[in-house]
């Protein structure tokens, strides 16, 4: 497993967590971290099905307080999770379209909203 903090790519094993999940060391720099590092699941005490279902909810147009009753999930926990996914799809989204080669772009739909608030707003002569 490579090291999510610093990149090395060998790690080893370093014990458990006292939820059962396995815990890894750096050589390099030292450091520990959990298999759930850099994830929604780290520091959190909510398992992945409510995870789940709070973000399938929130796709569905369900209400942050709604969601919080569904669930039984406090309010503050639900929207922590939800803004974690969204940081985390905003770092995926970024990633992508840094890759997306464009040939030309059209802005057709721009230059008649444009046109449209210059007539309004300066009179012809």
């Not at 050589?27 to 909510?46: I, N």
């Not at 379209?97 to 030309?104: A, L």
Request: proline share 4%.
């Amino acid at each position: 497993m490579e090291c999510r903090l610093c990149g090395h790519p060998n790690t080893h094993k370093h014990g458990k967590m006292p939820n059962g999940h396995q815990r890894y060391r750096c050589p390099a720099c030292q450091q520990t971290f959990a298999e759930s590092f850099d994830t929604l699941y780290y520091w959190r005490r909510v398992s992945p099905h409510q995870v789940q279902q709070v973000l399938q909810a929130h796709s569905k147009g369900s209400s942050l307080r709604g969601i919080s009753r569904i669930t039984g999930l406090a309010y503050n926990t639900v929207v922590s999770i939800v803004r974690g996914a969204s940081s985390k799809a905003q770092l995926i989204h970024n990633n992508q379209v840094e890759q997306v080669e464009t040939e030309e772009v059209s802005a057709d739909e721009m230059w008649s909203v444009v046109s449209k608030n210059r007539s309004s707003a300066c009179p012809m002569n």
